[in-house]
Nanobody, 125 residues
Framework: QVQLVESGGGLVQAGGSLRLSCAAS????????MVWFRQPPGKEREFVGA????????FYTDSVEGRFTISRDNAKNTVYLEMNSLKPEDTAVYYC??????????????????WGEGTLVTVAS
């Protein structure tokens, strides 16, 4: 049974930082691209960024480029989302996903093979 478990969410002041983790089990982690999505209150889920199988390639949505960094540790089956210079508009439930693809295709939810349950990030102004 595949499980993706996010952690690290919480309340942070604007301008602050937070690191999310997503621990995977039940799958061959290194064979999946890992993706972060988020769902702001009252809005649809949106793509945040993705990291390839080896961790050497990443890409992000424009609104987080330069502020967020995705990394992975294949030995620990864990992917991370380092978030800096947080803004109130970053408030959302953050989800990790696993996909067998690694291209622009994984900007869409339909490309995910597995999802985590999400972790809430609240950025206070």
């Amino acid at each position: 049974q595949v499980q993706l478990v996010e952690s690290g969410g919480g309340l942070v002041q604007a301008g602050g930082s937070l690191r999310l983790s997503c621990a995977a089990s039940g799958l061959t982690f290194s064979r999946y691209a890992m993706v972060w999505f988020r769902q702001p209150p009252g809005k649809e889920r949106e793509f945040v960024g993705a990291i390839g199988w080896s961790g050497s390639t990443t890409f992000y949505t424009d609104s987080v480029e330069g502020r967020f960094t995705i990394s992975r540790d294949n030995a620990k089956n864990t992917v991370y989302l380092e978030m800096n210079s947080l803004k109130p508009e970053d408030t959302a439930v953050y989800y990790c996903g696993a996909s067998q693809y690694f291209s622009d295709y994984i900007r869409g939810e339909h490309a995910m093979d597995y999802w985590g349950e999400g972790t809430l990030v609240t950025v206070a102004s």
